[in-house]
């Protein structure tokens, strides 16, 4: 059967289920359950856990316990138990040497006519506490992010929604397991940005992109960038400030010819390289009035400190510029979003740079300086922004260290919208992400770090 057929016969036989009792029936069904019975739900919990690690990395079930809520044809089993991760010591597959740890989860599955489908899964380290610069603490505000009142006709309705998305970013799967295992993480996705939203103090909207079937751990590994959190890259000389007067109220560089057309980095974590691309167009553009698309791929290929889709720095990519002699355009030098051998061509260099410059961490500085001087290469905490649709985004400040950085972006301009300032970011996932493309952040509160690593390149 063609991938699409095993994807519509899944969702027709969720969407054909009894209807759910009324609730009140429904709450009166709920108990607890005993733990032969959990087992079924369990295993398949811990099945779906660890799918895809490698055999000396899955976890171990510790404890359980949970509640069973009978629904029309099918049951709900809401799980808490600890996992057991193994010590991870390989450079290849963890970031840093970790210990072994244990972790508390939160499960909902379920069982309808026999077959189980994972809806929800939350896990985090047992007795941790993260403090930032305020003395708020992770451990206050994530149990905000784990409520988990589930309506119980939450399948149903998230089988219509999945076809949907489904339909609107033109997904196949391979098999009905895929299919099946693709809308349990759609449905803890959609409940996720759920509560993102609810602790978002902006204005912005989260909630289905083209993200939405990719876990958490699968959307850091392909399109954010680990090295800007582990390394910041060597020292830059410190830019001048370029006016004492405050800055003008409003600015944005994409009204005035300095910014490329949004690009898309694709399945590859090099947005590092589009990041420095994009300030050295607008640098070109203010010191020679000509508007270039440059190569990203000529970075990938030829920059030989930097990881092309595993991560770099924009430090880096400024240095390889000057010693590889400039930047080719877009046009000589194609995005393929993959690794390749360096083809650089210094005839073909059509661009430049001179040195390249940090930037101060002071926000009323940097817009002074991004409306003198032209675009910003910055880099911030992508929190959320697998989820987010339009709007001004504020994320409460220990969900989104600016010490847990992951993601290079292009500062463009800022303004004000209803009062709520905002930096205008262009980013590098699309046009089809966002608003046309960019991700817009209040300004002002030091917000994801979005004023933690500003640089540009110097044109003279």
């Not at 733990?35 to 990395?57: D, V």
């Not at 960038?225 to 405050?246: F, I, W, Y």
């Not at 910014?259 to 640098?283: I, L, R």
């Not at 699309?430 to 979005?450: M, P």
């Amino acid at each position: 059967m063609a991938p699409w057929l095993l994807l519509l016969s899944l969702l027709g036989l969720l969407l054909g289920a009894a209807p759910a009792p009324p609730r009140q029936a429904a709450d009166a069904q709920a108990r607890e359950a005993a733990y032969p019975e959990l087992l079924g739900p369990t295993r398949f919990a811990l099945e779906m856990y660890n799918r895809g690690r490698a055999a000396g990395r899955r976890a171990a079930l510790g404890a359980v316990r949970g509640r069973v809520r009978r629904a029309g044809h099918g049951s709900l089993f809401s799980l808490k138990a600890t996992l057991e991760e193994p010590p991870c010591n390989d450079p290849t597959v963890c970031q840093l040497p970790v210990s072994k740890k244990t972790l508390l989860c939160s499960f909902e599955v379920l069982d309808e006519l026999g077959k189980h489908m994972l809806l929800r899964r939350d896990c985090g380290p047992v007795d941790t506490k993260v403090t930032d610069d305020r003395n708020e603490t992770l451990s206050s505000v994530l149990p905000l992010l784990n409520k988990d009142p589930l309506p119980q006709d939450f399948s149903v309705k998230m089988a219509s929604v999945f076809k949907e998305f489904v339909t609107t970013y033109n997904r196949t799967y391979e098999t009905k397991e895929e299919a099946e295992w693709r809308m349990s993480v759609f449905s803890n996705n959609m409940v996720r940005a759920q509560k993102i939203q609810a602790l978002d103090r902006g204005t912005a909207q989260y909630g289905i992109t083209k993200f939405s079937d990719l876990t958490e751990e699968e959307f850091h590994t392909i399109y954010l960038n680990p090295l800007l959190r582990e390394n910041r890259g060597k020292k830059m000389r410190l830019a001048k400030s370029v006016s004492d007067h405050a800055p003008p109220p409003e600015w944005d560089w994409r009204s005035k010819g300095a910014v490329t057309k949004v690009k898309d980095q694709g399945m590859c974590g090099s947005c590092w390289a589009f990041s420095v691309t994009g300030n050295v167009e607008g640098q070109w553009f203010l010191k020679e009035g000509t508007l270039l698309s440059l190569s990203e791929q000529e970075l990938l290929d030829c920059d030989k400190v930097d990881k092309a889709c595993l991560g770099g720095l924009p430090s880096n990519a400024y240095t390889a510029i000057m010693t590889l002699g400039g930047l080719e355009t877009e046009d000589d030098y194609s995005y393929q979003g993959h690794l390749q051998a360096c083809s650089f061509s210094a005839k073909k260099a059509r661009v430049y740079i001179n040195d390249s410059v940090e930037l101060s961490q002071n926000e009323q500085k940097l817009a002074a300086w991004l409306a003198k001087k032209g675009p910003i290469s910055v880099a911030i905490n992508a929190f959320g922004m697998q989820f987010y649709r339009h709007g001004i985004s504020h994320p409460l400040r220990p969900l989104c260290s600016p010490w847990l950085i992951d993601h290079a972006v292009l500062l463009v301009g800022y303004g004000n919208r209803s009062g709520i300032p905002f930096w205008a970011i262009k980013n590098s996932w699309g046009t089809d992400w966002g608003e046309e493309g960019y991700y817009y952040l209040h300004r002002g509160s030091g917000a994801c770090g979005v004023n933690t690593m500003a640089s540009s390149a110097v044109v003279n």
